[in-house]
């Protein structure tokens, strides 16, 4: 898979993943950059608007590990 194809894909699954949540599942999501960072601290599945913003406004890829996310659901 060409690299720059990577991130859209991996942006459209996890829109499809936020259409699944309930207020019952918490979701953060940290990246790893050239410097880790949170990109969205521990938010209800019921707060859809504000986790698809997230991901499709502070996601990009970058850095030594290619913008690698680990996305965390409990």
Do not use: C, R, W
């Not at 259409?19 to 979701?27: A, F, P």
């Not at 913003?53 to 030594?64: F, M, P, R």
Request: hydrophobic letters at 40%.
């Amino acid at each position: 898979m060409n690299t720059a194809n990577k991130l859209p894909l991996i942006k459209s699954y996890f829109q499809l993943l936020v259409g699944e949540l309930t207020e019952k599942d918490t979701v953060s999501i940290v990246v790893y950059a050239g410097a880790a960072g949170v990109v969205l601290p521990p938010t209800k599945g019921n707060e859809k608007e504000k986790i698809i913003t997230a991901i499709n406004n502070n996601l990009e890829a970058g850095g030594s590990t290619a913008g690698f996310v680990n996305e965390y659901l409990t």
